[in-house]
């Protein structure tokens, strides 16, 4: 694709609820991030992917945080049971190898939990 | 949509004149940065980047100044626009791990 699809754009949540938020990333993108942005802060990392590979899921907050990308492509973040301090921006990211190369970002999702 | 920046630094400037953004950084074994910039609602755009083995770096209309004994890192934009109004945020990468992301600078040009 163009860019970096993620969808829905907007989620709201009752607390407890589970959600899953989905990543199109660029198509060809071997490398796939997952960052949380909080009002007011820069991205925090949550998870990163390597095609099919979770090579690293240092930033994930809670065991109630999972992330997949089954077939190396689109990933989805699953929360489950959420919480309100889950409320952010997720925001998905792509590049096109392993190196040091530019990551191309989505729009993100807004997740509120009320 | 989504407004980013609320509690962050500012940076005012006019119109026409150049801005300078700094990031201090914080991981030495880091060897490869990023400046993005994001408007409200929008995730971070790639604005340039620059690798350790290098200390500057020109793109169109910005500069990117890396300085590795103080860990520091500069961005300049020349001539600046109202369009360049946005948060601005500096990222650090270290081998294979993911960007960091600084904490972000707000840009606002005055007309």
């Known amino acids: 694709g163009a860019g970096v699809s993620q969808s829905p754009r907007y989620k709201v949540a009752k607390r407890g609820q589970d959600v899953a938020l989905r990543c199109d990333p660029i198509?060809?993108?071997?490398?796939l991030f997952w960052y949380q942005q909080a009002l007011g802060q820069g991205p925090e990392f949550l998870t990163y992917?390597?095609?099919?590979?979770?090579?690293?899921k240092s930033g994930l907050p809670s065991d109630r945080f999972f992330a997949e990308r089954p077939e190396g492509s689109v990933s989805t973040l699953k929360i489950q049971r959420t919480q309100q301090e889950d409320s952010a921006v997720y925001l998905c990211?792509?590049?096109?190898?392993?190196?040091?190369?530019?990551?191309?970002f989505g729009q993100g999702t807004r997740l509120t939990v009320v | 949509g989504e407004s980013v920046g609320l509690h962050l630094p500012t940076l005012s400037v006019q119109e026409g004149d150049n801005s300078i953004i700094n990031c201090a950084y914080s991981?030495?074994?880091?060897?490869?940065f990023i400046w993005y910039k994001q408007e409200s609602g929008k995730g971070p755009q790639f604005i340039i980047d620059?690798?350790?083995?290098?200390d500057k770096r020109q793109g169109q209309r910005v500069t990117v100044l890396l300085n590795k004994t103080v860990k520091h890192l500069s961005l300049q934009i020349a001539a600046t626009q109202p369009g360049d109004s946005a948060v601005y945020f500096c990222?650090?990468?270290?081998?294979?791990?993911?960007?960091?992301f600084g904490s972000g600078t707000r840009l606002q040009v005055q007309p």
């Open positions: 990211a792509s590049s096109s190898n392993t190196g040091n190369t530019e990551a191309f």
């Open positions: 198509s060809g993108h071997v490398s």
């Open positions: 992917f390597q095609n099919e590979a979770q090579l690293d």
């Open positions: 991981n030495s074994a880091s060897d490869y």
């Open positions: 620059i690798r350790s083995n290098m």
């Open positions: 990222a650090e990468k270290a081998g294979r791990r993911a960007l960091t």
